[in-house]
């Protein structure tokens, strides 16, 4: 078995990560991040299951877009190249998106979803929200991108962590250097309104936000929780959208209890 190593894709390849063994567990990270998204679930996961991280097509050790992708294909891919038949998905953030399209495109390959400060596809994105998006590319320059992505509120909590700061900042930078190389930002989902098809979500899911995170971010958790009858939803106190660096013990803790009463 491949520890680590790359899946070739149509137009290029993706980077993996693989640590110990059971169940398939695979993480999605974070848009503007990369499989260090995960840092702090690895060692904690792995002790049950086998738990696979990669970097996402433009992210990370991955190549960068050429032509427009679907990203619940490459996931699809380097299952298919892991031989995964079926899995635990755990998505952070632009990671839950896809983890989301993945499930309702791929069904029979997911035995659960954990959605951490989940994206939504469909969701009407507040004016704030749309603002500091567009904010982030108005100068493309690496650092003055990482200083504008990482000074919105819902992150506040996290970057007042000394700790933490410098290494979500190199991170982030990192990533946002990669960004500017990409050739394609034509990114599509099989279901670009993911709220209509939520019902269809059938298998135990799992969705975590924080309560320091943004309005819209809260508001998608909800909007899951209501649509998905398998859904159970868990508010952490004191976290922003990076509740996975903020409080990996009880993160850890709650998406390892909730997936002891997933059968395997």
Not at 223 to 241: F, G, P, R
């Amino acid at each position: 078995m491949k520890k680590n190593g790359k899946v070739p894709l149509l137009n290029g390849e993706i980077s993996f990560n693989q640590t110990g063994e059971g169940a398939a567990l695979v993480c999605i990270h974070a848009g503007f991040s990369d499989h260090r998204d995960w840092k702090y679930q690895v060692e904690a996961f792995s002790k049950k299951y086998l738990t696979i991280v990669y970097d996402q097509r433009g992210a990370g050790n991955s190549s960068v877009p050429i032509t427009a992708f679907w990203p619940a294909d490459d996931l699809k891919a380097l299952m298919d190249d892991l031989k995964i038949e079926k899995t635990i998905l755990i998505g952070h953030s632009v990671g839950g998106t896809v983890a989301v399209d993945f499930a309702l495109q791929y069904p029979d390959r997911v035995s659960a979803l954990v959605l951490v400060a989940s994206g939504l596809s469909g969701h009407p994105w507040s004016q704030e929200y749309k603002e500091w998006e567009q904010s982030i590319f108005s100068t493309p320059q690496p650092d003055a991108m990482t200083n504008q992505t990482l000074s919105t509120p819902f992150y506040a909590t996290s970057m007042a962590k000394s700790e933490l700061k410098a290494e979500i900042k190199t991170i982030t930078r990192e990533n946002m250097q990669k960004i500017l190389t990409w050739q394609s930002f034509d990114i599509r989902l099989f279901f670009p309104n993911q709220i209509s098809e939520l019902k269809n979500i059938k298998i135990p899911t799992l969705i975590v936000y924080g309560d320091k995170d943004s309005q819209d971010i809260k508001k998608i958790a909800h909007t899951i929780n209501d649509q998905v009858k398998s859904a159970t939803l868990i508010e952490m106190k004191n976290t922003d959208h990076l509740l996975n660096f903020e409080n990996p013990e009880e993160l850890n803790s709650i998406i390892l209890d909730f997936l002891l009463q997933v059968p395997q």
